[in-house]
């Protein structure tokens, strides 16, 4: 099959290249899946999970990407729930190879049904982005309606989910960005917009809950933003900063097959949009995830027509 590796973490994105790999096989309570469509986050070849098994060994050269829309083509022994010919979408494991490939094995329990109305291009783009906006939201953050959230980052691929979802949850949505994504921020449903390139980061008064995806001098002034028993959430690493007089949370995402279908049934709805910035093939990834300009929302590979 074909798949982009990468075997030099100095590298970064651009030590990205296609080659042929052997197809992965099915073991226990796993499935194969023909892959149509991947995401690709590039902080992910800074995780020590891109270059190293749990045990620390060198897992070189490794397929990026986790991330997947496809369809099911094999069933390791013992795998129920699923079945040869269904369409899935999901999150692969950090410490496996991973999406950007023309097939994957994976866990059954981290996929989810994609229904036949959802493209594959759409479907790819939700797991990382939607899981991470839903697990901050509701599980970390315990956002309830009527509460107000500072959501950094929010015409992003991550921050543009966190808007929508918390928006639709019934709170009061402020986005920040630079003054170029005022209006996508809006349409996402923000009621207010901060540019914090140039406008007063404290103007915006106190919150309930701040979902930072920067990290660094805006996430310390951000805690300083937080009500009393609010909470910040992080998704950047353990917070450089911590409330005085609430909770800070740094989580990494995990696959949650509840909260996939409760995704993409808003998709369907029209609750919910992606945000996808570019689309490229498998043959053309290397390229396309080296972008000469700033490229926003999520890039897709389409590895099947």
């Known amino acids: 099959m074909k798949a982009i590796v990468v075997t030099e ?13 052997r197809d992965p096989m099915a073991s226990i309570n796993e499935v194969v899946v023909q892959v149509h469509a991947s995401g690709f986050v590039p902080t992910e070849l800074t995780w020590p999970s891109t270059w ?21 083509s094999a069933l390791g022994y013992g795998t129920t729930g699923l079945s040869v010919g269904q369409r899935v979408f999901g999150l692969t494991d950090w410490y496996r190879d991973g ?11 981290n996929l989810a049904p994609l ?22 939201l509701f599980q970390h953050g315990r956002l309830k309606a009527g509460q107000s959230v500072l959501a950094h980052g929010a015409a992003g691929a991550v921050g543009s989910m966190v808007t929508q979802l918390a928006r639709e949850a019934g ?17 996402f449903g ?14 915006v008064g106190k919150v309930d809950l701040v979902f930072d995806v920067i990290g660094g001098d805006i996430q310390k002034r951000s805690v300083g933003l937080l009500r009393s028993g609010g909470t910040l959430v992080s998704i950047v690493g353990p917070a450089e900063a911590r409330p005085a007089d609430g909770v800070a949370v740094d989580f990494v995402v995990e696959a949650d097959r509840a909260q996939l279908s409760e995704i993409v049934q808003r ?3 029209g609750r919910l949009r992606t ?22 929302g999520n890039t897709i590979i389409r590895v099947r027509p």
């Open 275 to 296: 945000n996808i910035g570019n689309v490229s093939t498998l043959d053309g990834a290397a390229a396309a995830l080296n972008p000469t300009t700033r490229r926003k």
């Open 190 to 203: 923000a009621k207010e917009f901060v540019d914090l390139d140039n406008d007063a980061l404290n103007d």
């Open 52 to 72: 190293t098994d749990r045990l620390q060994r060198d897992r070189t050269p490794s397929i990026p990407g986790h991330d997947l829309a496809g369809v099911v």
């Open 9 to 21: 973490q100095a590298a970064g994105t651009a030590g990205l290249k296609l080659v042929n790999r």
């Open 115 to 136: 229904p036949g109305d959802v493209d594959f291009t759409v479907g790819a783009s939700l797991p990382v982005s939607g899981l991470t906006a839903w697990q901050g």
């Open 171 to 187: 709170a009061h949505v402020i986005g920040t960005g630079r003054a170029a994504d005022r209006q996508t921020v809006l349409d």
């Open 99 to 109: 999406t950007l490939a023309e097939y994957v094995a994976v866990e059954a329990r």
């Open 267 to 269: 998709v369907r709805d």
